[in-house]
């Protein structure tokens, strides 16, 4: 048989009953804010990779700036990450998770390893031979490379080349496509760009033969007008 509350049971029994209505969104609150406290206090692994020389990297969060120069492990909190890598050699590129980009915003929690690679840029040298003749391509690195008929070289960017100019068969460097008439030439890889060497026949000796020739019959009838005036005139 159940027993009758007396009044003031009753009471009490209410004052419980609203009290854990009262309580109960505050408890809720209470386990929500705990769960987001844990879950921005754990941190996820991050493998950061570099292939390549000259790379390094920035990476950044929540106020927080680390330079990284080396491969390295990061422990991250969850939350927004941008890296940025730089390069500090001439002639070369970033490519970060082999994408073209030199810097990326991500969440540690979906992205557990990052590459950051390092590539040559290339531009291309169009050496042309007008003529019989050659061009000693010499190279920042001390290689070469002798050019006697229209040939495309592949350049790194940003290198220095010296191009020297020789005639073959008789002939002679005249000039460069730009006038300039001195057999070498440097120029630095910055573009695609055409370069072209002029040979041809030296002119000949005869052209200065010619004009002391004229000016030595010049002379000759000179004097010979004289002598004449001279025989003519009254002593």
């Excluded at 009490?12 to 406290?37: D, E, N, Q, R, Y």
């Excluded at 998770?97 to 590539?119: C, D, E, Q, R, Y």
């Excluded at 290689?143 to 070289?153: A, G």
């Amino acid at each position: 048989m159940l027993k009758r509350l007396s009044p003031f049971s009753l009471l009490i029994l209410l004052k419980i009953k609203a009290m854990i209505k009262k309580a109960l969104p505050l408890f809720l609150l209470f386990l929500i804010s705990t769960a987001t406290v844990l879950e921005a206090s754990s941190t996820y692994e991050v493998n950061i990779l570099f292939q390549g020389k000259g790379i390094s990297a920035i990476v950044e969060y929540c106020n927080h700036i680390e330079l990284i120069t080396t491969n390295k492990t990061l422990y991250l909190p969850n939350t927004s990450v941008t890296i940025t890598a730089y390069e500090t050699i001439i002639g070369y590129n970033i490519s970060i998770n082999g994408m073209n980009v030199s810097s990326l915003t991500f969440n540690p929690n979906n992205l557990s390893k990052i590459v950051i690679k390092a590539f040559p840029i290339y531009v291309w040298i169009n050496i042309k031979i007008n003529g019989t003749g050659k061009v000693i391509v010499n190279f920042q690195n001390g290689s070469k490379e002798i050019v006697n008929q229209s040939t495309k070289l592949k350049v790194l960017y940003g290198s220095l080349i010296t191009l020297s100019a020789r005639g073959t068969n008789g002939e002679s460097f005249i000039s460069w496509n730009n006038n300039y008439t001195y057999p070498t030439m440097w120029l630095i890889a910055s573009n695609n760009t055409c370069v072209i060497a002029n040979f041809g026949k030296a002119k000949s000796p005869i052209f200065s033969s010619v004009n002391f020739l004229g000016i030595g019959l010049l002379v000759i009838l000179g004097g010979i007008y004289i002598y004449i005036k001279r025989k003519h005139s009254p002593t």
